[in-house]
């Protein structure tokens, strides 16, 4: 939980001194980043109702990850401004989606511009990126990895390697070439392949060996990058601070994880008869979707959802993980690029109408979303969550005071 003046020394507290470790988690998702961005806008409000007007996201959790749009949403909520805040307050994110998107995903109404729009995908990315690039390089500058107000976990995809590779602050230390600027790491974890081109760039180490990326959207590692999140906690315990705080199974039971999605479409279904025709084209386009990335994105974000149910339930802390999806898109609301002011505009509607739904899991029968009896709404349990979160903060910062006044004294 990072403060203003010393975003490093508060990254990552010694971890004898935690009763929860807080993780935020964004899945990746397009333009759908809405969605998650109109939630995270009522848990900062809360947040502030608690600890007044200058609380932000980044001051209560110990890890923000992302992935593709996810990623974009973490790294503005993370880098600091010209005075050490968040560049962003939560309230601003959808706002800043619904303003730049029409040029992120530039598109044409005429019926030809449409047609050809997809002939050119069979030879070349949808979009350029070109205006998503500058927008980046603008608002994050020279800032690098190393400079978040708190810890972030970003996925990607190197198609050199054809292997995941993470960024994460927790891994700077022993691995100095993944220090990225975060523009980079942002232009690279939402390069989905056939929308955006992929992203290269190199890093350059103390001895001027250099280190080059050739990544694509983090959505083919992790589109659900809770899991990577917390691995990096573990890994971190494991590798720094082992004297502290051995590792046992009863210790994940420490985590506090808010999970949000993008929304998808169980609605939307397919026939293997049908399928069994498909060439090329209809798996990346069909019907304004692209069904072979939807595919990918609910199965890698459900296993995790489903992964997580069940750990969390067996250590009995059921009560410390909150997923947030939405399984009913339809027609243009389940497109990534659809930035339309009607889809943007029933995005915002929906991340509120999933505020007032009920607390769900998800089905590993039927694929279905159903309600978690007797937890209320989405909206009442992340009140609960603020709750916790600043009661966890004011314990940190009590420690801290009483541990200064300590050492003053031993001094004396």
Not at 11 to 30: A, F, Q
Request: hydrophobic share 40%; aromatic share 8%; with cysteine.
């Amino acid at each position: 939980m990072a403060s203003a003046s010393s975003a490093e020394s508060a990254r990552w507290m010694p971890p004898d001194n935690l009763k929860l470790v807080t993780i935020l988690s964004i899945d990746g998702g397009g333009i759908r980043g809405i969605i998650p961005a109109t939630i995270l806008a009522f848990l900062e409000a809360k947040l502030q109702e608690l600890d007044g007007p200058d609380a932000r996201i980044a001051d209560y959790f110990d890890v923000v990850a992302g992935t593709s749009t996810g990623g974009l949403l973490t790294a503005m909520l993370t880098a600091p401004d010209t005075n050490g805040r968040p560049l962003f307050a939560a309230k601003d994110l959808a706002r800043f989606y619904i303003k730049h998107s029409p040029k992120i995903f530039r598109q044409k109404n005429h019926i030809r511009s449409k047609i050809a729009s997809k002939l050119r995908m069979l030879s070349g990315p949808k979009y350029d990126g070109k205006y998503l690039h500058a927008l980046l390089r603008r608002y994050l500058g020279d800032m690098r990895l190393d400079r978040t107000l708190t810890n972030i976990v970003i996925p990607t995809f190197d198609i050199a390697y054809m292997q995941p590779t993470i960024f994460s602050t927790f891994e700077l230390k022993h691995q100095p070439s993944k220090n990225a600027l975060l523009s980079d790491i942002s232009m690279s974890t939402s390069a989905a392949p056939t929308f955006f081109p992929p992203h290269y760039f190199e890093t350059k180490d103390k001895n001027g060996r250099r280190k080059a990326f050739n990544l694509v959207d983090g959505g083919l590692a992790a589109n659900n990058p809770t899991l990577c999140a917390m691995n990096q906690v573990s890994q971190d315990i494991i590798l720094g601070n082992e004297h502290f705080f051995p590792m046992k199974p009863a210790d994940y039971g420490k985590f506090m994880v808010i999970s949000l999605g993008c929304g998808s479409n169980r609605n939307r279904r397919y026939c293997a008869k049908v399928a069994a025709k498909w060439g090329i084209f209809s798996w990346l386009i069909k019907n304004g979707t692209a069904p072979i990335v939807d595919m990918l994105n609910s199965a890698s974000a459900d296993m995790v959802d489903i992964n997580l149910c069940v750990l969390f339930r067996a250590l009995r802390s059921s009560e410390n993980y909150l997923r947030i999806q939405y399984d009913q898109l339809t027609g243009s609301a389940g497109s990534i690029d659809d930035c339309s002011k009607e889809n943007m505009d029933k995005l915002v509607r929906i991340g509120k109408r999933l505020l007032n739904m009920n607390v769900s899991r998800v089905d590993l029968e039927t694929g279905r979303i159903v309600e978690v009896p007797g937890l209320g709404s989405n909206a009442e349990q992340l009140t609960r969550f603020a709750k916790q979160l600043s009661d966890e903060r004011r314990r940190r910062q009590d420690e801290l005071i009483y541990s200064e006044v300590g050492f003053q004294n031993l001094a004396w």
